[in-house]
């Protein structure tokens, strides 16, 4: 099915362990996100992906790792994780606005990760 | 320092009325406004949006306002149902950026039957 699926929905991990979360689309849209929603906080911008091998930090990246070796991928890893890091994980997809053309567009969103680090 | 405010943490109207949920932002370089709404243990979905060249944009029931000098922007939503009680985001975008969006912390909209 086309669209932006994230794996796994649900995970229990234990403080320390390397965890990571798959995001996949199938619109083959250049711009990929990932945010975290944490009550009083709203969404927060973790990582993002301008293209392929292309990353770079958002506003609360400390913790986390992201690669992207295809455009339709974009992993997120916990390297170790912290309590602080329980969140509910969301990935989002943009395709280009083109400059001049007044194309605007918005980002689709998976439907979460809820991690929850013991 | 926040960038997009969405300064109401919750808003409860009667079913029919009009839901006015309300937003704030700093940056002048945001050229992109959009709404999304969000259902527990789902992802956000996009509801509306308005580009900066614009005051206003509608879509059906859904009415977004821009205010670009007071850098404020509102939705309205009439008439309001059941079904709208949802978390409502606002969310900008700079031109020349990273095409990242920028959101407010949400408002919870409780439509009341």
């Known amino acids: 099915d086309a669209g932006i699926t994230q794996s796994p929905r649900y995970k229990i991990t234990e403080t320390g362990r390397q965890v990571t979360l798959m995001c996949h689309q199938t619109?083959?849209?250049?711009?990929m996100f990932w945010y975290r929603q944490d009550l009083g906080h709203g969404l927060r911008l973790i990582y993002y992906s301008a293209a392929a091998d292309i990353t770079d930090k958002g506003e609360v990246p400390d913790g986390y790792v992201v690669s992207r070796s295809k455009t339709e991928n974009f992993p997120l890893t916990l390297e170790s994780a912290t309590r602080s890091q329980t969140s509910v994980y969301f990935c989002?997809?943009?395709?280009?606005?083109?400059?001049?053309?007044?194309?605007?567009?918005?980002?689709?969103f998976g439907q979460g990760t809820r991690l929850t680090v013991v | 320092d926040q960038q997009v405010k969405q300064n109401s943490p919750s808003l409860s109207v009667q079913e029919g009325r009009i839901s006015i949920l309300n937003c704030d932002y700093t940056n002048s370089m945001f050229d992109y406004f959009l709404w999304y709404k969000k259902y527990p243990a789902e992802g956000p979905t996009f509801l509306i949006s308005?580009?900066?060249?614009?005051d206003k944009n509608e879509d059906g029931r859904f009415t977004v306002f821009l205010n670009k000098s007071a850098k404020h922007l509102s939705l309205h939503i009439v008439p309001s149902q059941p079904g709208d009680s949802a978390v409502y985001f606002c969310a900008a975008s700079e031109e020349g950026g990273s095409e990242k969006l920028v959101f407010g912390k949400g408002t919870k909209l409780t439509v009341n039957p």
């Open positions: 619109w083959s849209h250049s711009y």
């Open positions: 308005i580009s900066s060249i614009k």
């Open positions: 989002a997809s943009r395709r280009d606005r083109r400059w001049g053309q007044n194309m605007n567009t918005e980002a689709f």
